[in-house]
T-cell receptor, first 111, second 113 residues
Framework: QKEVEQDPGPLSVPEGAIVSLNCTYSNSAFQYFMWYRQYSRKGPELLMYTYSSGNKEDGRFTAQVDKSSKYISLFIRDSQPSDSATYLCAMSETSGSRLTFGEGTQLTVNP | DAMVIQNPRYQVTQFGKPVTLSCSQTLNHNVMYWYQQKSSQAPKLLFHYYDKDFNNEADTPDNFQSRRPNTSFCFLDIRSPGLGDAAMYLC????????????FGSGTRLTVV
């Protein structure tokens, strides 16, 4: 069983839609949770960084962590064609430990 | 702009012919990482350096080596590439081990023919 599970998609939505991306994990020691965005033929870039359970909002992006369910989400409001990319979740046990990545969800936002 | 630069962006090599990928950073970060990412798969950590301290992942094949001659540069050497080594190779840095996520380069896509 993989430590981090992420639905690979592909996910296709119309412009303006609310997008929900999710990851589940099995390691209860994970405390730090990240979302990376990876455009085609580019390296991942950090979108959101959260610690423990709760919500974090940054513009159109909201990250949610539910440690009791071992479930994290990234919501994108008013999605734009420029949001079309692969979204990778990543997590670690401490701020100073290795990252474990999900496989990524490929998102396409259609104009 | 401070960044992580990987060269080349695309590399084609012959089966069994040694190849070296390079990464440089202007962030003055202590930690540099090499990841292998195959299509539709999670990035897989190969090794990392904390300054000059080298750390090899247990399942990284012996075919893969790395060098970090100074703070700014890190190299990935594949001694005898096989068809299964075709992938995107990502270099990343962080100020300290695991600190608030990483800064990635754009990657080198390796093709083995």
């Amino acid at each position: 069983q993989k430590e981090v599970e992420q639905d690979p998609g592909p996910l296709s939505v119309p412009e303006g839609a609310i997008v929900s991306l999710n990851c589940t994990y099995s390691n209860s020691a994970f405390q730090y949770f990240m979302w990376y965005r990876q455009y085609s033929r580019k390296g991942p870039e950090l979108l959101m960084y959260t610690y423990s359970s709760g919500n974090k909002e940054d513009g159109r992006f909201t990250a949610q962590v539910d440690k009791s369910s071992k479930y994290i989400s990234l919501f994108i409001r008013d999605s734009q064609p420029s949001d079309s990319a692969t979204y990778l979740c990543a997590m670690s046990e401490t701020s100073g430990s290795r990252l474990t990545f999900g496989e990524g969800t490929q998102l396409t936002v259609n104009p | 702009d401070a960044m992580v630069i990987q060269n080349p962006r695309y590399q084609v090599t012959q089966f069994g012919k040694p190849v070296t990928l390079s990464c440089s950073q202007t962030l003055n970060h202590n930690v540099m990482y090499w990841y292998q990412q195959k299509s539709s798969q999670a990035p897989k950590l190969l090794f990392h350096y904390y300054d000059k301290d080298f750390n090899n992942e247990a399942d990284t094949p012996d075919n893969f080596q790395s060098r970090r001659p100074n703070t700014s540069f890190c190299f990935l050497d594949i001694r005898s590439p096989g068809l299964g080594d075709a992938a995107m190779y990502l270099c990343a840095t962080s100020r300290d081990w695991g600190a608030r996520g990483y800064t990635f380069g754009s990657g080198t896509r390796l093709t083995v023919v």
